[in-house]
């Protein structure tokens, strides 16, 4: 009896353990790193080519987000003139990109 008590205990303690590390934030942290990988992957991809490599062309910074992310997703007749990735991509994904171009401009 003892000793299915014991076995018990340790299966707990481990269960618990690993229930800790499942959901830990690092685990978040890790996601996240992840996410602004692909983003980036994405960038270089899909969007360098005409907006460059530190988004120094045809971008303006200076517009939010959110017009930004439609402008993404539903593309602009322009001019400048850009194609829509409202099949392709996520709003998410156009918020993070926008995030990501944002950030290269600093």
């Known amino acids: 009896m003892k000793n299915r008590m014991k076995k018990f205990a340790a299966a707990l303690i481990t269960l618990s353990m690993l229930a800790i590390l499942l959901f830990s934030p690092a685990s978040a942290r890790i996601s996240a790193a992840g996410e602004d990988a692909d983003t980036a992957t994405l960038f270089k991809a899909k969007c360098a080519m005409c907006h460059g490599a530190k988004a120094e062309k045809k971008f303006d910074a200076t517009k939010a987000d959110d017009q930004l992310a439609q402008s993404v997703l539903k593309g602009i007749e322009g001019p400048p003139k ?17 995030a990501y171009m944002k950030s290269l401009k600093q």
Request: hydrophobic residues 30%.
């Open 82 to 98: 850009m194609p829509s990735y409202e099949k392709t991509y996520s709003p998410e994904q156009a918020k993070a990109l926008v």
